[in-house]
């Protein structure tokens, strides 16, 4: 049987919905807190905007799969006397079954990588302490199964490689996220890219999670762009890329139905703005011998804004970079 499409399409609007309609409580939340984004160096708000995007993504990921969970636990016998709700149950049983640490590594991570940029926030920490913590979060992802072969045979190779995966995507996002609606935006694109990738090889439980992503990083976007009631943030940014980072692993992008070993290498065109972005500006900082980590104005959107575009036409031509090369994997390897 053939995965039921509404299923997916269930996934992306419930994440929508959750997250636009929390974030009014979030951003009340922020403002009272005192969780908000000071005017100052560098910064081109004249007042406090808060820090909500983490929180109201995390949300809007986090409550559909709540939701969904208790339904299927809570399932009575009447409710699957319909053979297609019977055999989706099986299907979700089977799959969180053979998936389940993986699930709660990527769920607990999340947390993790917004609690980390929160902490950043709050308290300025280190860039050796945070990325610590984003590498202790990432040895745990990998812990759990996921991992990046490239088809090497050494055990190490994967973990290795896999954590930096992990580490570069997640700062590229965090890199990204400069101007208003680029960081979201981008995540937007290859969380629907990855979505759509799994539900081709008939990955299910991948495809979900791709479109609840998806949903609630668009549920966010309109509070973000062109103008920002509110930012993302280092937690959000962090969230993010953390989330692009491991989506980008899970698909089984070559199989049977697409023998194709390029295939493999997919991810690079669904995430190709923000990594050629984070390889131009490290060369860029290194070449001047500055610290990576120290931020400055040598972004792909800076650029485009000294070419004269307005920051609002430079994102969007980024985020329209990004989904070309996305469609191009699709039409190039599938």
């Known amino acids: 049987m053939r995965f039921p499409f509404y299923i997916y399409s269930a996934a992306f609007l419930s994440a929508l919905v959750c997250s636009a309609a929390l974030f009014p409580l979030w951003k009340k939340w922020c403002e009272k807190t005192g969780h908000v984004d000071d005017p100052g160096h560098r910064k081109i708000h004249h007042t406090p905007i808060p820090l909500a995007g983490g929180l109201t993504v995390v949300s ?13 636990y809570f399932s009575t016998t009447q409710s699957l006397a319909n053979p297609i709700h019977a055999t989706i149950r099986e299907l979700f049983q089977y ?127 309109p509070f973000n762009f062109p103008s920002a009631l509110a930012f993302l943030g280092d937690a959000g940014s962090h969230l993010v890329g953390f989330l692009a980072a491991v989506l980008s692993i899970l698909p089984s992008f070559y199989s049977v139905q697409n023998p194709h070993t390029l295939a493999v290498f997919s991810p690079l065109l669904f995430l190709l703005v923000p990594l050629v972005d984070l390889l131009s500006v490290v060369t860029i900082r290194l070449k001047a011998g500055k610290p990576v980590y120290l931020g400055d ?20 031509i980024l985020l329209l970079a990004n989904a070309l090369s996305g469609a191009l994997a699709f039409l190039l390897l599938y």
Not at 187 to 213: E, K, N, P
Not at 297 to 315: D, E, I, P, Q, Y
Request: proline share 2%.
């Open 95 to 221: 799959g969180l079954s053979r998936r389940a640490a993986q699930l709660a590594a990527i769920l607990g991570g999340a947390v993790g990588m917004l609690f980390l940029g929160w902490l950043d926030v709050r308290y300025e920490l280190s860039p050796k302490i945070k990325f610590f913590g984003q590498f202790l979060i990432a040895a745990l992802v990998v812990s759990s199964g996921i991992r990046i072969t490239l088809f090497i045979p050494i055990p190490f190779v994967h973990w290795a490689v896999t954590i930096l995966w992990i580490l570069g995507v997640t700062n590229a996002f965090n890199f990204m996220d400069n101007m208003n609606g680029l960081c979201g935006g981008l995540g937007i694109i290859s969380s629907w890219c990855c979505a759509w990738a799994a539900a081709i090889h008939g990955q299910y439980l991948v495809a979900v999670l791709g479109f609840l992503i998806c949903g609630a990083l668009l549920g966010f976007l």
């Open 60 to 72: 809007g990921f986090f409550l559909p799969i709540i939701i969904a969970a208790a339904g299927l």
């Open 297 to 316: 104005n040598n972004h792909l959107s800076h650029l485009l804004v000294r070419r004269g575009f307005c920051k609002t036409k430079a994102v969007l």
